[in-house]
C-alpha cells in the first residue's frame, strides 16, 4: 500500500464431503431411538468452509531496522478415515463377543454361541459432527540490532473448535443403571438386545486455546560465530490433546471438566546453538577447527493421575479425590507427596474426583550436545572431515513419568509398597537408553568429501 506498510487479504474455501460405504456397510447406534441403523453417510456434509487471511508488515519508523508484523487466519483440517472405520465393524457385519465356557467344558465352534456374551457395544460417530478447525494469529516486532544480529519477540495464540473427542454415551456413573440397557424392540438391527456399558460416540465437542511469548535472538555467521536463541513461555489448553484416543474424558456427560492443560503442554522452553569456527591460520594441522553446541532446557509435560477403577464410567477415566496438598517432590521414589501414610489422593467412592485433568507437572528436561568437526584439505578436489560428538554431554538424567495409576486402597487402610507397586514412582528415563537425551553417547566419524 506504501513503501513502509503491506496488507494481504485472502480467502479459501474447502468443502470437506463425508466419507461414505459405497454399499451402505456404516453402522452406527442412533440414540434417539436407541437402535443401530444402517447408513451410506454417518454424518452431514460440511461444504461451506470459508478460510479469511488477512496479514500486514509495517516499518513504523522508515529506517529498515524495525518490523512490525501480524497476521490471523482460519485453517480447516479434514478428518481422518478412522473417525468412521469402526462403524463397518457393528453389527450385523461384525459381532465381537468373549466366551467363557463352564469349567470341564470343551469350547468349539459348534458349542461357542451357546456361552457368547449376549451384548453388543457399537462404536458410532455424531450425526452433527463437524470439521475442526483453528484460528491463529501473532503480532511480532523484529528489530536489528547489529548488521549481524536481529531480535525478534512475538505473542503467537491460536483456538481450535469442533475439535474431535470421544464420549460414552452408556456411562452409568451416579446413574441407577445404563441409559440404554438395550436396543429398542424396534431396531432394525438385533432388536432388544443387551447394550454394553462402553458406547464411544466420536464428537466434535472438543475445543483448545494456545497463548505464547516467543523470544528469538538470531546473529549470522560473521567472525566465524553463528548463533541462534530461542526463548518461548506458553500455555496450550484443551480438553483431550489426541484425536485419535478412545474415551479419555472423565465424565462424559460433563467434558468441559476436562479442560485442563495439553499433554504435551510446556511453560518455557530455551534453546540456544552456536557454531564458531575456531581463528587458527597456518597449516593443515592447524586450520578448519569448528566447535558447534546445541543446549535444550524446557519444564515437565502435565501428568493426569488416574485410579485403577474401571467399572464406575466403564473406562479408565476416574481421577482421585485430593485429601491434602499437592507437592511435587522431585524424587523418583516418589514424585508427589504421596506416601503410605500421607495419602493426599484417594479413590472415591460412588462419586467423579476432584483432581483436575493433568493437574501435576512431570519431570524437566536438559540436553547438551557439544561437537568439534575438523576440516583438511587434501587436494582440490579431495577434503576429509574429522567429527567427535557427544550428545548428553553432561550425562544428565531425563527422567521419565512416574506411574500414574492410582491402586484401589480401600477406606482407613494404609497400603504396603507391594499394593502401590509403581504408583507415584519413576523407573526409566524419559527415553530409552541409546535414544535422544537419554545418557551420554559419544562418537567419532571420519568422512571423505569430493
Known amino acids: 500500500m506504501t513503501p513502509y506498510f503491506m496488507l494481504e487479504l485472502g480467502l479459501r474455501y474447502e468443502a470437506n464431503l463425508t466419507p461414505s460405504e459405497a454399499v451402505g456397510k456404516f453402522v452406527v447406534f442412533d440414540p434417539t431411538t436407541v437402535s443401530l441403523v444402517q447408513v451410506g453417510n454417518p454424518y452431514d456434509q460440511n461444504n461451506k468452509l470459508f478460510e479469511p487471511r488477512i496479514g500486514f508488515a509495517w516499518d513504523p519508523f522508515h529506517s529498515g531496522k524495525t518490523s512490525v508484523r501480524a497476521g490471523y487466519g482460519i485453517y480447516y483440517d479434514q478428518p481422518v478415515m478412522n473417525t468412521v472405520s469402526g462403524l463397518s465393524s457393528n453389527p450385523p457385519f461384525a459381532i465381537p463377543v468373549s466366551f467363557s465356557p463352564p469349567a470341564g467344558t470343551t469350547l468349539s465352534f459348534l458349542n461357542a454361541a451357546s456361552f457368547g456374551a449376549s451384548s453388543v457395544a457399537p462404536a458410532t460417530i455424531d450425526s452433527n459432527f463437524k470439521n475442526d478447525y483453528v484460528q491463529n494469529w501473532n503480532l511480532n516486532i523484529q528489530r536489528e540490532v547489529t548488521p549481524t544480529t536481529t531480535i525478534t519477540i512475538g505473542y503467537y495464540g491460536s483456538k481450535g473448535t469442533h475439535l474431535r473427542i470421544s464420549e460414552n454415551l452408556n456411562q452409568q456413573a451416579t446413574l441407577p443403571a445404563v441409559p440404554f440397557p438395550t436396543l429398542s424392540a424396534s431396531s432394525p438391527i438385533m432388536p432388544g438386545t443387551k447394550l454394553g456399558g462402553n458406547i464411544p460416540e466420536i464428537t466434535s465437542g472438543g475445543n483448545s486455546t494456545y497463548n505464547a511469548l516467543w523470544v528469538t535472538a538470531k546473529k549470522r555467521l560473521a567472525r566465524g560465530l553463528q548463533c541462534d536463541a530461542y526463548y518461548t513461555y506458553s500455555h496450550s489448553i484443551d480438553y483431550n490433546s489426541l484425536n485419535s484416543q478412545n474415551v479419555v474424558v472423565q465424565d462424559s456427560t460433563d467434558i468441559q471438566n476436562d479442560r485442563g492443560s495439553s499433554d504435551y503442554d510446556v511453560r518455557h522452553r530455551v534453546t540456544v546453538s552456536a557454531f564458531y569456527q575456531l581463528p587458527f591460520k597456518g597449516n593443515r594441522l592447524i586450520t578448519g577447527w569448528q566447535l558447534g553446541l546445541i543446549e535444550q532446557a524446557q519444564t515437565g509435560n502435565p501428568l493426569n493421575y488416574l485410579t485403577a477403577n474401571t467399572a464406575f464410567t466403564g473406562n479408565?477415566?476416574?481421577?482421585?479425590?485430593?485429601?491434602?496438598?499437592?507437592?511435587?517432590?522431585?524424587?523418583?521414589?516418589?514424585?508427589?507427596?504421596?506416601?503410605?501414610?500421607?495419602?493426599?489422593?484417594?479413590?472415591?467412592?460412588?462419586?467423579?474426583?476432584?483432581?483436575?485433568?493433568?493437574?501435576?507437572?512431570?519431570?524437566?528436561?536438559?540436553?547438551?550436545?557439544?561437537?568439534?568437526?575438523?576440516?583438511?584439505?587434501?587436494?582440490?578436489?579431495?577434503?576429509?572431515?574429522?567429527?567427535?560428538?557427544?550428545?548428553?554431554?553432561?550425562?544428565?538424567?531425563?527422567?521419565?513419568?512416574?506411574?500414574?495409576?492410582?491402586?484401589?486402597?480401600?477406606?482407613?487402610?494404609?497400603?504396603?509398597?507391594?499394593?502401590?507397586?509403581?504408583?507415584?514412582?519413576?523407573?526409566?528415563?524419559?527415553?530409552?537408553?541409546?535414544?535422544?537425551?537419554?545418557?551420554?553417547?559419544?562418537?567419532?566419524?571420519l568422512r571423505l568429501m569430493f
Open 316 to 445: 479408565r477415566t476416574l481421577r482421585p479425590n485430593v485429601n491434602g496438598k499437592i507437592e511435587v517432590t522431585g524424587s523418583p521414589d516418589a514424585w508427589i507427596n504421596f506416601t503410605p501414610t500421607n495419602q493426599v489422593l484417594a479413590t472415591p467412592s460412588g462419586a467423579f474426583g476432584d483432581l483436575g485433568r493433568n493437574a501435576v507437572t512431570g519431570p524437566s528436561f536438559v540436553n547438551t550436545d557439544f561437537s568439534v568437526t575438523k576440516d583438511t584439505k587434501i587436494t582440490e578436489r579431495f577434503k576429509l572431515q574429522f567429527r567427535a560428538e557427544s550428545f548428553d554431554l553432561f550425562n544428565h538424567p531425563n527422567l521419565g513419568n512416574p506411574g500414574l495409576i492410582l491402586p484401589n486402597i480401600p477406606a482407613g487402610t494404609t497400603p504396603t509398597a507391594a499394593s502401590l507397586g509403581n504408583f507415584n514412582k519413576i523407573t526409566s528415563t524419559r527415553f530409552p537408553t541409546g535414544d535422544f537425551g537419554s545418557a551420554r553417547q559419544m562418537q567419532l566419524a
